[in-house]
């Protein structure tokens, strides 16, 4: 995601600039620029890639100034390339910018009636001219920019920079965080804390509908009409850093795009990338003589180790018990002590898991918890920890956190199936090696399928109700899908095991219910295929989601396919939840519900 910095000087700035930029490495970019104002003079350097180019770039032909504005950007309209690439440029206009104006098409159509001639495909390039125009007009940088404001819709935050007035930056939030940075006789912008943290710690955050004129000793925050409003000045913690959305709208979608990197950190405690083998687990739990696995857990986390059931019966044949700990609790379960438990919580303080916890631990089994806060009571009160490295789950519906634990159990049953001798050492390393792809996997999805996920939504956000089916792993992913989507969209949404479907949801099948298919091409695909005919013989719409293989092998009218690589059974879950948790995602941004906090849910849940 892109990345924003911009410096009102008193000393060069090109190269504190780009040192700005490589704080906001971590979103992803893939073209960077920066420009300055020098002797009255707008000038750049931009370079496609990573920042190195850019600073090559800087090397060979230095840029002196000391306004300047800086930008990392990741494509969304156009593609990256150096002519893509921000600062843009027009008649001594300057404009980065973070976000969607949706309106681009409209206003680009409307500029180019007047002769304005567009040199590149972004959207950004509106804002360019539009300023450039009402300059050209006579106004002067303020009137232009809240002008500007008045004519642009979507999501942006937006720094300007303007030839005639070298020693001012504006800016601009709707969406996308901007802060400003109070340095002494400097002062700064950027995309959040962090890219700010060397220059300063005294930050103002812009919130949606500010526009700021920023001075070398000041800052004045208007709003899109010019009324003067004040936001407070805070001073930014060490902890910024983790609880940043970042340039996301929200931490839940922070959080998606934050898997890849998270697992990698997850796996790599699980699993030695080089030879491909699982490491040793905790020697509190022997899974060579446990006699059978009893996991409990709520909410996500219990489908979390739904999952994980089927991956310790399939390759370690322990067999799994395995209940939402608000059953668990009371079922007064027989249990032995040659059993072993395993409790799963993101938040590790969840009431109804820690008391199954304790029910276990005085009936004298082994007990494990896969936690993501190491610190947490459920921690503390076990015979091993299985950390999932998700770092902090901000967002209500969890989602990183999910996967993690995917990844964790993923490996924890690999390990006990070679402890137990049924998963042999070549079997090892095949499994181990699709764990290891899995991380550059994920970020190939998110980045492919986002478009199609933003548009079927506006579909999806259209019915009262949605049924998710899925076989095999696919059908306690089918129960997350329905969850994620009932929790933040609001839209009843039911998960089912595909095989249940004539059992009784099928009675409910009409045009109004759309019905989402989980099925990677797998031993269960013709069978889920059968069920999906069941479905369009009664009219019903589906949206399939599938890999190449099952795209290619089915005829079946859908309303939407949506089709991932193919990739193996052990990785498909965490593969197969991004396009899940985007769709309930971009439904909830959709239909204006609160996204992070959804009405009556907590994060973590400590009363029974
Ligand atoms: C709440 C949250 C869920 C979470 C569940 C279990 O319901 O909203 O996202 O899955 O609690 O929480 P835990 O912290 O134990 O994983």
Known sequence: MCGIVGIVGTKPVAGRLVDALRRLEYRGYDSAGVATIHDGVLDRRRAEGKLFNLEKRLDAEPLAGVTGIAHTRWATHGVPNETNAHPHFVEGVAVVHNGIIENFSELREELKAEGREFSTQTDTEVVAHLLAKYV???????????????????????????????????????GPPLAIGFGAGEMFLGSDAIALAPFTNEITYLVDGDCAIVTRDNATILDFQGREVSRPRQISQATAYVVDKGNHRHFM????????????????????????????????IDFAKVSSLAISACGTAYLAGLIGKYWFERYARLPVEIDVASEFRYREMPLLPTQAALFISQSGETADTLASLRYCKENGLKIGAVVNVRESTIARESDAVFPIMAGPEIGVASTKAFTCQLAVLASLAIGAGKARGTVSPEDEQALVRHLVEMPRIMARVLNIIQPQMESLSRELSKFNDVLYLGRGTSF????????????????????????????????????????????????????????????????????????????????????ATITLPNVDEIIAPMIFSLPIQLLAYHTAVFMGTDVDQPRNLAKSVTVE
């Open 253 to 284: 979608e922070k959080e998606i795009y934050e898997q890849p990197e998270v697992i990698s950190h997850a796996l790599s405690q699980y699993v030695d990338f080089v030879s491909q083998k699982v490491r040793p687990v905790a020697s509190e």
């Open 136 to 174: 050209r007009q006579g106004l002067d940088p303020r009137a232009a920019m809240l002008k500007m404001l008045n004519r642009v819709s979507g999501a942006y935050a937006l720094v300007v920079m303007f030839q005639n007035d070298p020693d001012r930056l504006m800016a601009a939030r709707s």
């Open 476 to 559: 306690p992913l089918a129960m997350e899908g329905a969850l994620k989507l009932k929790e933040i969209s609001y839209i009843h949404a039911e998960g089912y095991a595909a095989g249940e479907l004539k059992h009784g949801p099928i009675a409910l099948i009409d045009e109004n219910m759309p019905v989402i298919v989980i099925a990677p091409y797998d031993r269960f695909f013709d069978k889920t295929v059968s069920n999906m005919q069941e479905v369009a013989a009664r009219g019903g719409r589906i949206i399939f989601i599938t890999d190449e293989a099952g795209a290619a092998a089915s005829t079946l009218p859908t309303m």
